[in-house]
């Protein structure tokens, strides 16, 4: 029986790799494309809503596609130190694949701000974990500089493997659709996912594997939305800590996936993320980081400001795939202050069923 081994191992002839790659992978990839029946009803009978739940990545996030790329190459091409900056999310990544490629790997992250579940998994796997009193604009600004003087290689989406890897994601989308869906949602902080996901679309539709492109709709926070603004945040804020992003690295290239795919990109309210964060958990049983749910609230948002009712479509269901970029569990803090805390009764089994309302 011959396993899935990744997304180098599967869409391999759309990668920049050779048969002298070595194939560093924890068996990333093939997510599920999950039908949101509760969210779709919300929409009405002429839409699909499909959730990709990123967060059965590995390392719990989508980073995973681009870092099996990124460490694979790094490692073919003698390289033996990667860095990164990161919100949480890339850092465990890089950490997990560099353990796997035995390199050592550097993480420069913003202090206090990033959420436990990913802190937890860069010093488990022995990264260097260096906190800078800073945001992750500072950070990402001290490893572009640190890798271009010092012999380590930089790991962040700038990193053009990171993008190609991450690539895959749309191709997966399509390859279990039989089509191109019509509308695709994301999460945007440094704007690499929507680059990449854009560009897969973009190559399936030149081999022909797809008849058209979906229209690109990306979120970012209200607190956090320098591309919706059009100028950086100095001091971004959100709870959505994964994309508390005030300076986008691929700002421009985000852009032109807006553009050319006719699609849009907007923002979304901490309160507005923590209510699809709540819907997702309570009636879809996903449990997402809080990030991730950001491209639910942009799908119910643009739903009530009318945006889906004026789509025609003759006798075709329209397929929306919302990306659901990272587990809940990375951030056990904001889970649990986002719900009341259970009642101690008791060990009495008729306070217990009383308790439990039965
Ligand atoms: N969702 C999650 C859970 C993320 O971790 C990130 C980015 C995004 C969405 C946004 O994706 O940056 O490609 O637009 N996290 C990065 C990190 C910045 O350092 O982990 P993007």
Not at 70 to 94: D, L, M, P
Request: with cysteine; net charge positive; aromatic share 8%.
């Amino acid at each position: 029986m011959k396993t899935y081994q990744g997304v180098i191992a599967r869409y391999r002839k759309y990668l920049p790799v050779t048969k002298d790659t070595p194939l560093v992978s924890l068996q990333e990839g093939n997510t599920p494309l999950i039908y949101a029946s509760k969210i779709s009803a919300r929409l009405g009978p002429k839409f699909k809503v499909y959730l990709k739940y990123e967060g059965l990545n590995p390392t719990g996030s989508f980073k995973d596609r681009g870092m099996t790329l990124a460490i694979s190459k790094a490692k073919e091409e003698g390289v033996k130190s990667v860095i990164c900056a990161s919100t949480g999310n890339t850092s465990a990544s890089a950490a997990a694949y560099a353990a796997k490629a035995g390199l050592k790997c550097i993480v420069v992250i913003p202090k206090g701000a990033i959420a436990l579940g990913k802190l937890a998994q860069a010093l488990v796997h022995k990264a260097k974990v260096i906190a800078v009193k800073g945001n992750f604009d500072d950070a990402l600004r001290l490893v572009r500089e640190i890798s271009a003087n010092y012999p380590v290689r930089l790991v962040n989406s700038i990193n053009p493997h990171r993008i190609e890897g991450q690539k895959t994601a749309s191709f997966e989308i399509c390859d279990f659709l039989g089509t191109a869906p019509d509308f695709h949602l994301l999460p945007v902080g440094n704007a690499g996912n929507i680059t990449a996901c854009w560009k897969g679309y973009k190559e399936y539709f030149s081999c022909k594997k797809i008849t058209h492109l979906p229209c690109m709709l990306g979120f970012q926070a209200k607190g956090a939305a320098p591309i919706v603004k059009g100028y950086p945040f100095k001091n971004p804020k959100t709870i959505a800590t994964a994309i508390r992003i005030g300076n986008p690295a691929s700002w421009e290239e985000a852009l032109s996936a807006k553009e050319e795919s006719k699609g849009l990109i907007d923002a979304v309210s901490d309160s507005q993320i923590l209510s699809a964060y709540k819907l997702l958990a309570e009636e879809e049983g996903v449990f997402v980081e809080p990030a991730s749910a950001a491209s639910v609230a942009g799908l119910l948002m643009l739903n009530k400001r009318g945006f889906f009712g004026k789509i025609r479509s003759k006798n075709e269901k329209k397929n929306i795939v919302c990306t659901l970029t990272g587990h809940g569990l990375k951030d056990p803090q904001v889970a649990i202050k986002a719900v009341s805390s259970p009642p101690v009764i008791e060990a009495k089994t008729e306070a217990v069923a009383k308790a439990a309302g039965i």
